[in-house]
């Protein structure tokens, strides 16, 4: 995840686990995906678009990095908040071997639908990647603006 310092240049930012209010001490938020490894780098999407999400997460956080989709699980029994400008991604099986993917995008104060794509076949990690993509650019690019209108006016 990217963040950026006062100055409004971005810095990296390698903590994806925060403790969960109210769970056990030091069990993360986010855990990562089955086949990644124990470094904290999320598995490609890809390997996961072909079969159904277990059924103790909400959903998959998704992050573009150098043209793929990188997935990190979100448990059930974290909070229900989607991180601001991240991607959630959740599916479910549907009719003839297809799935139904809907991605809701995190915002400051909430979380918003951002897309639905019915009945996709195989590997849809593909068809979904412009969309996340592009919004998360987009989301990076307002912050900065933010940051740096702020700035300017203070």
């Known amino acids: 995840m990217t963040r950026y310092d006062r ?11 925060v403790p969960a ?15 990644s ?3 904290g780098v999320p598995v490609e999407l890809s390997t996961l678009t072909r079969t159904p999400m277990p059924t103790d997460v909400r959903g998959a956080i998704v992050t573009p990095v ?8 979100m448990p059930l029994r974290g909070p229900s908040r989607i991180p ?4 959630l991604l959740t599916w ?8 139904d993917v809907t991605a809701r995008l995190g915002l400051a104060g909430a ?10 076949r195989g590997d849809w990690s593909g068809v979904v990647r412009p969309t996340v993509a592009e919004v998360t650019e987009l989301h990076a690019a307002l912050r900065l603006a933010t940051v740096v209108l702020d700035r300017l006016t203070d």
């Open 92 to 99: 479910t099986p549907a009719d003839e071997g297809r799935t």
């Open 37 to 39: 490894d124990v470094d």
């Open 111 to 120: 979380q918003v639908l951002l897309a639905v794509w019915p009945g996709l």
């Open 21 to 35: 209010k109210g769970g056990s001490a030091g069990r993360p938020v986010l855990t990562l995906i089955r086949g």
């Open 84 to 87: 601001q400008g991240r991607v």
């Open 7 to 17: 100055c409004g240049r971005p810095r990296c930012d390698h903590s994806s686990a």
């Open 66 to 73: 150098q043209g793929t989709l990188m997935a990190t699980w």
